[in-house]
């Protein structure tokens, strides 16, 4: 599947704006307008839109409607609705008829709808859950309570808003049309060898591809599909300096018309993990930045450009080179944004909740269990990581993919069922890239069961937090204790914190420097940060989270929200931001 574009031989147009929306609270016929609808901005998730808590919370279904049209010309050619995700799984119907049914609430999906449509005005009506059980990735607690009832506890910790959270777009292309391009590419010094793996639906005569450099020179032609391209010279994509070449690929019919023309942005680097160190184009790379969220105001997990832009900016301007798509694949023009600007990225697939004792708190109820007895999550996990990984591959930003976030893996079951995983997701990268599996402090390094799998080490780790809390000196010792045993373990893997962070709400300070006041924030990672650059093994840093986000309301979730943000959800800075400026912008690791 291609990102959507417009080109000469493509049309393209936005279903963006005003929908129907309501929740399925009676029989819905999908070929008659909705009965009961409100109005709905698309794409956002529908929770934070309304001011209607029962709704803003319901688990069920839901259905959304809108009209497009389409003119006379159009129906020559073929017809696509591609969505970049709706949250969780969904049903679309056009005029009534189902075309299309999708699992999984991060990734695009894309359907033909020619069998469906007519010149002129067409229904189309989405129909989707936010349900999520022990067979989907996230992972929840799903009872069904009789008709149409649910109850769900989620077994992660951000609100599981859904909605159509990322564009809908209608495009068309001709008969003949390239439907998969994949710039795969071997370095040789400055020489890069580049075997594109393009897949072409329907009959053509001929075709041209060239590579394209910033100044949008061609550097190297092939007419053929199957041929290899030479960059002679090749100016390197590198952390926080991007290069993006382009590859176009044109086809041609028998008599010379041009059939279709699709251009893929891409970069060219190097990525080798080994002496517990993690390599960029041959440079040791260190990761600072952040876990982050798609979460905002009134838009809740839907699209949100603007703020994507603002986030990149603050991080790039406080040294931050990278960041994890905790907890889920982001969106794609994010995603093409972080290649252009040069960030580094940790791309997770959603495959968090996968322990069945997991509780916010990380505290004593989560005993070991039987989390791989109980759950059937191979095929849809294996399902997320194919659909990240066919959208991702060509991201030069992406250098490593994390297949779960804090899995049992100290429990029975879980190094054969990483053992499938991570061969899968090799199997299916093109680039090789290292794969992890981030790691939770209830399966610390005397615990854990799978690091033998993993390229890289990396840890979520709250000492100082859920565990010694308010006592940075004890949280210190058991910080270095740890981190030592892994070392032994596995002496040649990079460690990176890919979670270290202290809940802190903005605006309350303490002379005793007592937790959630932005001085405790300060303390805390410091604490973290003396044992990190003592160790030349720790190879990451990224905190906890950039900005607060919303999650399900509880005793530790003062309103709602996960306050361990260096920033407010507002993108207030807390005293900690002013620290992290100083210590990345002068970062050098021994
Ligand atoms: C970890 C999770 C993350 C949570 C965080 C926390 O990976 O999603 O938000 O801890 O508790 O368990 O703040």
Redesign the pocket.
């Known amino acids: 599947m291609l990102y959507p574009e417009q080109t000469v031989t493509r049309t393209l147009e936005d279903l963006s704006g005003l929908w129907k929306f309501q929740v399925e609270d009676q029989e819905i016929d999908p070929k008659q307008a909705l009965p009961n609808p409100m109005w709905m901005a698309v794409p956002a998730s529908f929770n934070d839109q309304i001011v209607d808590r029962k709704l803003h919370d319901h688990i069920g279904w839901f259905w959304y409607e809108t009209k497009f049209n389409i003119p006379v010309d159009q129906m020559k050619k073929r017809n696509v609705l591609h969505f970049g995700s709706v949250t969780q799984n969904c049903e679309i119907y056009v005029n009534g008829l189902k075309i299309a049914e999708h699992i999984g609430g991060f990734t695009p999906f894309e359907v033909e709808i020619d069998k469906a449509i007519h010149e002129g005005e067409n229904d189309l009506k989405v129909r989707f859950n936010n349900l999520l059980d022990n067979t989907t990735i996230p992972t929840a607690d799903l009872k069904n309570t009789g008709s149409g009832d649910y109850q769900m506890r989620t077994r992660?910790?951000?609100f599981n808003y859904s909605g159509i959270h990322r564009r809908v777009q209608l495009y068309t292309t001709n008969r003949t049309y390239l439907d998969h391009i994949a710039v795969n590419y071997d370095v040789e010094g400055s020489k890069t060898m580049i075997h594109p793996d393009i897949h072409v639906f329907g009959n053509y005569g001929s075709a041209k591809i060239k590579v394209l450099d910033e100044d949008n020179q061609i550097i190297a032609q092939s007419d053929s599909l199957d041929g290899t391209l030479v960059i002679a010279n090749t100016h390197r994509w590198q952390p926080m300096n991007a290069y993006l070449y382009r590859l176009q690929v044109e086809l041609f019919s028998n008599k010379n018309e041009l059939l279709d023309v699709y251009t893929q942005e891409f970069g060219v680097r190097t990525i080798e993990v080994k002496d517990h160190k993690f390599f960029i184009n041959g440079m040791p790379f260190y990761f600072k930045g952040f876990g982050r969220h798609e979460d905002s105001l009134a838009r809740g997990k839907g699209v949100n450009l603007p703020l994507v832009n603002l986030d990149y900016h603050i991080m790039k301007k406080m040294g931050a080179n990278s960041f994890r798509t905790?907890?889920y694949p982001y969106d794609e023009e994010a995603m093409r944004l972080a290649d252009r600007m040069g960030f580094v990225v940790i791309d997770e697939v959603p495959a968090?909740g996968l322990f069945e004792s997991f509780n916010?708190s990380?505290g004593g109820r989560m005993q070991a269990g039987e989390t791989w007895v109980h759950m059937n999550t191979m095929k849809n996990h294996k399902h997320a990581l194919r659909e990240m990984i066919e959208r991702d591959h060509d991201h030069p930003s992406v250098v490593m993919w994390s297949v779960a976030?804090?899995p049992a893996s100290h429990e029975p079951g879980a190094h054969e069922y990483f053992k499938e995983i991570i061969d899968y997701t090799k199997k299916l990268d093109p680039q090789k890239r290292p794969v992890t599996v981030?790691n939770?402090m209830n399966a610390d390094a005397t615990k854990d069961l799978i690091g033998d799998l993993l390229d890289v080490v990396c840890l979520?780790r709250?000492y100082g937090w859920?565990v010694d809390f308010d006592d940075l000196e004890q949280a210190k010792d058991q910080l270095q204790k740890e981190l030592s045993i892994w070392n032994e373990k596995f002496p040649d893997k990079p460690i990176i914190f890919t979670?270290i962070?202290a809940?802190t709400v903005s605006g309350m300070h303490s002379v005793m420097r007592t937790p959630y006041s932005e001085e405790y924030q300060l303390d805390y990672y410091k604490a973290n940060f003396e044992i990190f650059d003592n160790c030349d093994y720790v190879q990451g840093e990224q905190l906890?989270?950039f900005a607060d986000f919303v999650?399900e309301p509880g005793m530790i979730r003062i309103g709602a929200e996960?306050r361990?943000g260096v920033f407010t959800r507002n993108r207030e800075p807390k005293l900690i931001a002013e620290y992290l400026n100083n210590r990345w912008n002068n970062f050098h690791k021994k």
Do not use: Q
């Open positions: 992660f910790d951000f905790s907890h968090v916010v990380l976030n804090e981030v939770i979520n709250y859920y979670e962070g809940d906890w989270n999650t996960n361990k």
